[in-house]
């Protein structure tokens, strides 16, 4: 499935590799020492975040999901 931007399939490709990859690999292994796609995740975050804003679409209301997003940005 293609990103909400077209810039950012790339970015959601890598993402979903690297996730389904830590996924399989450690996690239902047992290992829950950590997640490597962070800043992976954070990448594509920005892009989405940036294609949203640029399509006008409305978000009001909607929560966004993902690592520290309960934490103010600097």
């Known amino acids: ?3 909400v931007g077209e ?12 996730f389904n990859r830590w996924f399989a690999d450690k ?3 047992g290992d829950r020492s950590g997640d490597p796609c962070t ?6 975050q920005r892009c989405v975040q940036k294609a949203i804003q640029e399509k006008d ?3 009001d209301g909607v929560d966004f999901m993902g690592p520290d997003k309960d934490k103010t940005e600097t």
């Open 1 to 3: 499935m293609n990103s």
């Open 7 to 18: 810039a950012c399939t790339d970015l959601k490709r890598e993402y979903d590799t690297c």
């Open 27 to 29: 996690f239902l292994k």
């Open 39 to 44: 800043e992976t995740f954070r990448k594509y």
């Open 57 to 59: 679409i409305p978000v």
